[in-house]
């Protein structure tokens, strides 16, 4: 008898891990180089320097009710439809923050944007989640978020030079096309992706959304959003900072991205060892405590008590020990039915913590004559005492995991 024909070959997981990267190396590059590029889109528009945590603010709030829609229907198609549709959106609403002509309009761009980068972040560790055991999870997590150093080695310090050399809209004509090519090759590569929707019987939005309302889920968000605000009240403007409070030369502020993003890559990848040998709050709980020391060092202290450089890098470090902790802890809350819409409602509640915190320090600072920025300080203390309430919070979820997973094993 005539032997059967071999169906195609089963995607590796080395291969999906690698296109989720590339797909999320775009998404966080649309998000990282408005924040860089901040001092030169702001003289170029008239936008007071102040005024810079709105346009990253936006990007948040537009990711945060879009990643809270998603929680309604996100588990409800293949992951890899609903991933391509997802990027798409990201492509376009970068494209047109190019053709930006004021704080307004680049604000609306941005929204567009946000509106589908937030649900393409859910869809992207749900993939992981759901393809790789949780054993390896912490190195997957890792490699993925490998993306994000891959973006500060390369992908910044490019559109920095691009804008320098020739205008600030070059960066997101040149993501928005990386992102139309690397999306496509995400699509021909990943497999169909709809193994979820055979594992529980179908339920309306509503039994969806009642499911996740219980104890584990809410302390886990609650760790997501004070991780995220910590971050967030600075981080947008360090650029700015930098630049008008401690004279650091535009021409130097790629090279200090590159060396941030080479740290960063190598903290990630040993990082997930890390959680993986030691488990997530022990390892967050370490970054968490070199991150309120970086801040001290760069932004309090006045001169820093470290040069720029070291402190930047400082900084990296310690954000990608305490990232790669927190998204591995969150994998391990919910199901594998309902990955895609925790990370969604995950999703939400980080680009909330990001917007608030970006619009609190707008609210904070303000510019003197010549570029510099008043309350600076206030900022950085701000950002040390919301980091300060993730530690407790990381060991009470992955206390409940483990408990989670004694009762279930």
Known sequence: MPSEAPGPRPTSERAIVFCVGAVQF???LDFMIVMPLGPDFAKALGIPLSQLGYVGGSYTAAACVSGLAGAFFLDRFDRKKALGVTLAGLVLGTLAGAFAHGLGTLMLARVVAGAFGG????????IVADVIPIERRGKAMGAVMGAFSVASVLGVPAGLELARQGSWKMPFIAVA???AVLGTFAQLVLPRMSGHLTRARPRTAGEDILRLLRPDVGVALMTTFFVMASGFVLIPNISAYLLGNLSYPRERLGLLYLAGGVVSFFTLRGGGRLVDRNGSARVGSLGTLLIATAIYLGFIRSPPALPIMAIFILFMIASGLRNVSLNTLMSRVPGAEERARFSSMQSAVQHLAASVAA???????????????????????????????????MWLVERRVKRKAASLG
Not at 119 to 125: E, G, I, M, N, Q
């Open 177 to 179: 096309l990386l992102g």
């Open 359 to 393: 619009f609190a320090a707008a609210q904070l600072l303000h510019e003197l004559p010549g570029g510099r920025l008043e309350g600076i300080p206030a900022v950085a203390s701000t950002a040390i005492g919301l980091g300060a309430i993730v530690i407790p919070l």
């Open 119 to 126: 649900p393409a972040t859910s869809l992207s560790y749900s």
């Open 26 to 28: 775009v998404n966080i």
